[in-house]
């Protein structure tokens, strides 16, 4: 099993909508992360939380929110989408804040 | 923001040559800098990283660092068409110990 799972892998969306994206992880690491990717722009920050009390916000935060409902969860709510929101998003976790062990990704279209 | 800047590319080299992946970064005090490679349509995952100035050899890969000039680069030696891919510079910034991802370089190999 794949220590990094994310769900859903596709998800299409219309514009206002409230999504989820959820996160799990196998590791046992602190350190969770979301990133979104965009063509030319490589990974983007989203939100980071370093243990369950601890989230912090990223480059892009903005229009997102999320939730550390334990060690191994880290969701990723749209409260109302849009299409630039479209986008190939990406769970990450780090024990220490090095190595970064990436989840398969959730693709994200918002007509 | 500090930043991380790489040649977005293509890059395209012939089967058997050496491939160059350059980077540079803002952040004077940074000190830990990874390369990731990211297949079409999949997840980062991490090949080399690299601490302390100099050299840093792992099989065909070679990760060179140059703290003075702020620049940090990757060589692959006897290129396949397997190591066509992006990849993805990142740099741990010391000030958040958070990572930042340079937006990448596309490299193709040709048979």
């Known amino acids: 099993d794949a220590d990094v799972t994310q769900t859903p892998r596709n998800r299409i969306t219309k514009t206002g909508k409230r999504i989820m994206l959820e996160c799990s992880q196998t590791k046992g690491h602190d350190r969770m992360y979301w990133y979104r990717q965009d063509p030319g722009l490589g990974l983007r920050l989203i939100y980071y939380s370093f243990d369950v009390k601890d989230i912090n916000k990223g480059e892009i935060s903005d229009g997102y929110s999320v939730s550390r409902q334990a060690q191994a969860k880290f969701s990723l709510s749209l409260e109302s989408a849009i299409p630039n929101q479209t986008a190939l998003y990406f769970c990450?976790?780090?024990?220490?804040?090095?190595?970064?062990?990436f989840g398969p990704g959730t693709r994200l279209l918002v007509l | 923001q500090k930043e991380v800047e790489q040649n977005s590319g293509p890059l395209s080299v012939p089967e058997g040559a050496i491939a160059s992946l350059n980077c540079t970064y803002s952040d004077r005090g940074s000190q830990s800098f990874f390369w990731y490679r990211q297949y079409s349509g999949k997840s980062p995952e991490l090949i080399m990283f690299?601490?302390?100035?100099g050299d840093k050899e792992d099989g065909r890969f070679t990760a060179q660092l140059n703290k003075a000039s702020q620049y940090v680069s990757l060589l692959i030696r006897d290129s396949q068409p397997s190591d066509s891919a992006t990849y993805l510079c990142a740099v741990r910034e010391t000030s958040y110990d958070k990572v930042i991802f340079g937006p990448g370089t596309s490299l193709s190999v040709i048979p």
């Open positions: 690299i601490y302390s100035n």
């Open positions: 990450a976790t780090s024990d220490s804040g090095e190595t970064q062990y």
